[in-house]
């Protein structure tokens, strides 16, 4: 039995959902996999520019984790930042490993992301790999992992849904 997503998907041109897919693939990001951590390989990463409280922008490489509320950054980001520990709020969090406890910063970090500057909202943790969580990163880009192609596709949602209003 077809879905009415089903009916409208097959109503439509073959020209017109392949306009939309390659407007969509020009909007996306692909990055191929990169080894975040010592020892232990995590993949993907995705290339992250960070605006310190000096106002310059660290390059860094974060993992996706859908996994993860927020993002988590280690502690050594604090001061960089611009925050004192002090002021951060402690929060309990059942994380992969257990109960653990996260800083949540007072205030938002600017970052960019594919060319999008985006507000990221981090906890500060004794974590060896910086993190991006899904209510701020996950809730900004569509995220796809092929692994047999071994490599990541990140696509903001506003962009996904004009294209998508687009091809109709």
Excluded at 9 to 23: D, F, G, L, N, V
Excluded at 28 to 42: F, N, P, V, W
Excluded at 70 to 77: I, Q, S
Excluded at 108 to 124: D, K, M, Y
Aim: charged share 25%.
């Amino acid at each position: 039995m077809s879905t009415q997503k089903e009916s409208i998907e097959s109503s439509r041109s073959e020209r017109s959902r392949s306009r939309a897919a390659s407007t969509e693939r020009e909007a996306s990001i692909e990055y191929s996999y990169a080894a975040l951590g010592q020892g232990e390989a995590l993949y993907p990463a995705v290339d992250v520019r960070l605006e310190l409280a000096s106002m310059s922008v660290m390059p860094i490489q974060m993992l996706p984790d859908s996994g993860a509320s927020g993002t988590v950054l280690p502690r050594k980001f604090v001061v960089p930042l611009g925050f004192d520990l002090r002021d951060c709020t402690k929060v309990p969090v059942d994380t992969g490993s257990g109960m653990a406890f996260h800083f949540l910063a007072p205030a938002s970090v600017r970052a960019w992301i594919a060319g999008r500057e985006i507000h990221l909202h981090p906890c500060f943790s004794d974590i060896g790999v910086p993190v991006l969580g899904r209510q701020d990163f996950f809730n900004e880009f569509h995220v796809q992992v092929d692994e047999r192609r071994r490599s990541v596709t990140i696509t903001p949602h506003d962009l996904r849904e004009a294209v998508a209003a687009g091809a109709a």
